[in-house]
């Protein structure tokens, strides 16, 4: 209480809230390690079931995929009546990721109650697919598929909203996809849930704040912009021309340029491999040629700021390869990510404080307000 | 992004995030200004619509109430028929304070985009109350109140949930109440918002996670705590022995202390004087031999702790005499707030960057992933 006050710069980007043992962004050389475990040993050959493990209990699983977690979540996945009506309510025109946030709202339904376990966890991590796919089936009048307890967590998800089994090369990217999106160290949408949480409110109030603030898009919310970017410019031959003009009419490029990140984005780096072993040849051509007429243009126009690739431009890349519609980018970045947000509202429970920092008043003092009935001043 | 960083204290009570000219908390001595107009003022036969106009237009109405922004919020309390689907297929069992989360959130459709405006400010305020006395009566399978256009904002909120005309006293009272509750600076639930509008997301996702911290019992959901201790004591000359006896228990007192304020919180203060006029004679009595007892009790306990009667203990009071039962003590709280939720919505959207500070890693590093399939290390 008693003590300096510190003004920090607009956007916190000075401030450092405090202590976390899960995931570290190395910014200046590019690195991204959960636990300790560098995010491109991960995002290989790993189960994505095994990434929760080590996300929520610190350490990497005994096997994998391991058995009982799998097992865990499976039987999870089934939604109870309460939340099966208030999907089926739903106005069908809602965009995908509001959609979510509400259905996640509505499973915290008061039998969840702060701290945080591990097992409310796996709920929200089970269920979240379930509601996102079984919204967007009933928006497009398809009918419902179960969730297939033989599936793996991401398979299921595939299986859920096509209701075709997934071939083992989507399986593959995706799951890496969700691995590499799993965390983030100390993003809005989580800074936001360690707030809900600091007041002792519950994990789901907190995964429904962080789903408000993925959808923006400063944060989560962009990735579609980068797909329809390379629907816009259509052929490599025509990125360079196309990317000079938008540049000169002083337009955004998608997909460029990340606050934490001074040169590549680990994950933009994985998931460019990733592309390349998933995506359409000449749709990834167009990518590439995109990228690299991108940065050039980027960088002769602002030879001091070092731009580089985000993650979202290469993962517009791969969930279009695995066959999700644009509409799903968001929502499915935050499928990955409610591992991420679980591990948080664990960590901070344990030392758990009251958010609540200061603002310095601009405005007027000592005005005399008019009381009803007199005329104003 | 260059530069030193700062590490702030637990909780960021060290930490300025930015300029505001919404309200003024002076914590030593105890005032609480909202656009320079002091709340003793303002809460003082004041409709409630003459500080949504102060709050969200910067300066008082020409006339009180201000008939133009009560036309506006008035033409806004009926739902649409997405929103009234949603509230009827939420499980009845449902907390109140979670299913307006929920309902907030369902508003937010896809229809309402960044940046905030006034008037969607006003469908918020407008619309909160009649989602949250919808979802109550028909969870106590009573038939469902229109809004009355011809009665104000919260006099209309009791209409909606009681169906039985309010009285003068009531309306005056809980008035006074949503005045003093309609903004407080920097605190959990608005600075969720602020985190979530940072990323340039939607009013009411941002007004979704506010709902989700304002949940917390250390931030907006203990007042009903405070009803359940003085019923608990009973009768005024029960007060000391209990009181005793739960500090040597080393049990809470609910009531008292804020982290903002170092003396009388004007709130509490305002809230006593409302509580004189409209609370059973008794019960006031009770409550003030319980205030005057406890806060002796605690001084005792710990000399140096400067221990004061907080906004929860005359709420209760307050709250119960108009006739709210507990479960909506802390979704009232939230109504009356929403008009500060959206002047900070629109105050974050002028000079708008990411919100995204940082955290000091303490894991491990450097270690080595068993791929699947090798023996874990």
Same mark, same amino acid.
């Given at each position: 209480?008693?003590? =300096?006050?510190?003004?920090?710069? +607009?956007? #916190?980007?000075?401030?450092?809230?405090?202590?976390?043992?899960?995931?570290?962004?190395?910014?200046?050389?590019?690195?991204?390690?959960? &636990?300790?475990?560098?995010?491109?040993? %991960?995002?290989?050959?790993?189960?994505?079931?095994?990434?929760?493990?080590?996300?929520?209990?610190?350490?990497?699983?005994?096997?994998?995929?391991?058995?009982?977690?799998?097992?865990?979540?499976?039987?999870?996945?089934?939604?109870?009546?309460?939340?099966?009506?208030?999907?089926?309510?739903?106005?069908?025109? /809602?965009?995908?990721?509001?959609?979510?946030?509400? %259905?996640?709202?509505?499973?915290?339904?008061?039998?969840?109650?702060?701290?945080?376990?591990?097992?409310?966890?796996?709920? #929200?991590?089970?269920?979240?697919?379930?509601?996102?796919?079984?919204?967007?089936?009933?928006?497009? !009048?398809?009918?419902?598929?179960? =969730?297939?307890?033989?599936?793996?967590?991401?398979?299921?998800? %595939?299986?859920?909203?096509?209701?075709?089994? +997934?071939?083992?090369?989507?399986?593959?990217? $995706?799951?890496?996809?969700?691995?590499? $999106?799993?965390?983030?160290?100390?993003?809005?949408? /989580?800074?936001?849930?360690?707030?809900?949480?600091?007041?002792?409110?519950? $994990? *789901?109030?907190?995964?429904?704040?962080?789903?408000?603030?993925?959808?923006?898009?400063?944060?989560?919310?962009?990735?579609?912009?980068?797909?329809?970017?390379?629907?816009?410019?259509? /052929?490599?031959? !025509?990125?360079?021309?196309?990317?000079?003009?938008?540049?000169?009419?002083?337009?955004?490029?998608?997909? *460029?340029?990340?606050?934490?990140?001074?040169?590549?984005?680990?994950?933009?780096?994985?998931?460019?491999?990733?592309?390349?072993?998933?995506?359409?040849?000449?749709?990834?051509?167009?990518?590439?040629?995109?990228?690299?007429?991108?940065?050039?243009?980027? !960088?002769?126009?602002?030879?001091?700021? &070092?731009?580089?690739?985000?993650?979202?431009?290469?993962?517009?890349?791969? #969930?279009?390869?695995?066959?999700?519609? !644009?509409?799903? *980018?968001?929502?499915? *970045?935050?499928?990955?990510?409610?591992?991420?947000?679980?591990?948080?509202?664990?960590?901070?429970?344990?030392?758990?404080? $009251?958010?609540?920092?200061?603002?310095?008043?601009?405005? +007027?003092?000592?005005?005399?307000?008019?009381?009803?009935?007199?005329?104003? /001043?």
């Amino acid at each position: 209480m008693a003590g =300096p006050l510190y003004t920090a710069r +607009p956007g #916190l980007d000075d401030i450092v809230i405090g202590d976390s043992a899960i995931s570290l962004v190395a910014g200046e050389t590019g690195g991204l390690t959960y &636990r300790g475990y560098d995010i491109q040993d %991960l995002a290989v050959e790993t189960p994505y079931e095994s990434v929760v493990h080590l996300l929520l209990a610190g350490s990497p699983p005994a096997e994998h995929p391991p058995a009982e977690l799998v097992r865990a979540l499976a039987a999870r996945r089934t939604l109870p009546p309460e939340a099966q009506h208030v999907r089926d309510a739903l106005d069908p025109v /809602t965009p995908p990721m509001d959609a979510l946030r509400t %259905l996640i709202s509505a499973l915290g339904n008061g039998q969840y109650p702060y701290p945080p376990t591990v097992e409310q966890g796996y709920e #929200l991590i089970a269920r979240a697919p379930t509601l996102l796919a079984g919204f967007v089936r009933r928006s497009r !009048r398809q009918p419902l598929v179960e =969730p297939d307890p033989s599936l793996g967590h991401v398979a299921n998800y %595939l299986w859920m909203l096509s209701g075709v089994r +997934p071939t083992t090369e989507q399986v593959r990217a $995706l799951e890496g996809y969700f691995i590499l $999106l799993a965390d983030h160290g100390m993003n809005a949408s /989580t800074f936001a849930l360690r707030v809900v949480l600091s007041t002792n409110s519950d $994990l *789901f109030a907190g995964a429904t704040a962080a789903m408000a603030a993925l959808k923006g898009p400063i944060h989560g919310g962009a990735p579609a912009r980068v797909a329809e970017m390379l629907d816009a410019i259509g /052929t490599a031959e !025509r990125a360079g021309s196309w990317i000079a003009e938008r540049l000169a009419k002083k337009e955004l490029l998608y997909g *460029f340029g990340h606050r934490a990140y001074k040169t590549d984005d680990p994950r933009a780096v994985r998931l460019h491999a990733i592309a390349r072993e998933v995506a359409d040849r000449r749709r990834l051509e167009l990518a590439e040629r995109v990228e690299e007429e991108a940065l050039a243009a980027l !960088r002769r126009a602002r030879p001091n700021a &070092r731009l580089f690739t985000n993650v979202e431009y290469y993962s517009a890349v791969v #969930l279009e390869a695995v066959g999700l519609p !644009r509409e799903l *980018f968001t929502p499915t *970045f935050a499928l990955a990510r409610t591992t991420g947000w679980v591990a948080h509202a664990l960590e901070q429970s344990v030392a758990n404080r $009251l958010i609540r920092p200061d603002v310095r008043y601009t405005g +007027p003092t000592g005005l005399r307000w008019p009381r009803p009935g007199s005329p104003p /001043t």
